[in-house]
């Protein structure tokens, strides 16, 4: 998709499947919408009747958290065919991190979208290549999909790792008071607990200030645009 992108020179681009399950005829409909005044017009799927039930699911449970973690940045169920205007895919073209989730990208760039939904049909020849991918090649890709657009994940450990550090500290005083009233099992027991405790708050602490510069890192290397101009105006 990001090489036919690269040498694409036309006021219109078009992205779909080529064994026919992306409808030639829907491309009527986008052409219709995008008229209105959209940079980009995409296909939300109703119904993927041919697709097995566990890779449905599979699918839902991904476009959900794709959503979430993304802040809603992806639609659920919008596949990669589309129509985009020139400037939209030339904005996309900067874009030139290695894991590419088009989907996201296209969407990432900001530009006023429309959508419409299909029911998609079975493949006119051949089999799919998609039904038969590996499990964990599909997780792979869903992750990959998901966190390169989202830095959710990494806070969550973030601040949860400051919290149970907090939680650790603060269950030393409970604990000193109740060893100075009823005293330790055995010699030295007070000195385990503080110093386990202690070192677990420590270490939680750690991780919660590394998962930030990791996503601060993260976000650096990709190196994105710092902002993609729709359109100007002459004064």
Known sequence: LTCGMDFADADYLIIMASDLQDPPEVIHDLLREIEKG??????????REYVPFVRRFLSSIFYK???????GLVPKNVSDYRIMSR????????????????????????FKTSSVTIV??????GESKGLGINFFEVLSTAIRATFAFSIKPLLIV????????IISFISLIPMSLLFLVNGVPFGGFGTLIGFAVLSFGTLMTAFGVIALYISLIYEETKQRPLYIIQETIAC
Do not use: C, I
């Not at 958290?65 to 802040?71: E, G, S």
């Not at 998609?120 to 020849?125: D, E, I, L, V």
């Not at 973030?158 to 550090?165: E, K």
């Open 38 to 47: 959209f940079d980009q017009v995409v296909v939300h799927v109703g119904k």
């Open 65 to 71: 958290f794709n959503y979430w973690a993304t802040d």
């Open 87 to 110: 400037r939209l895919y030339l904005s996309v073209q900067k874009l030139r991190e290695n894991h590419r989730f088009m989907r996201g990208l296209s969407a990432w760039a900001g």
């Open 120 to 125: 998609r049909p079975n493949r006119f020849a």
């Open 158 to 165: 973030s601040f949860t790792s400051f919290l149970l550090g």
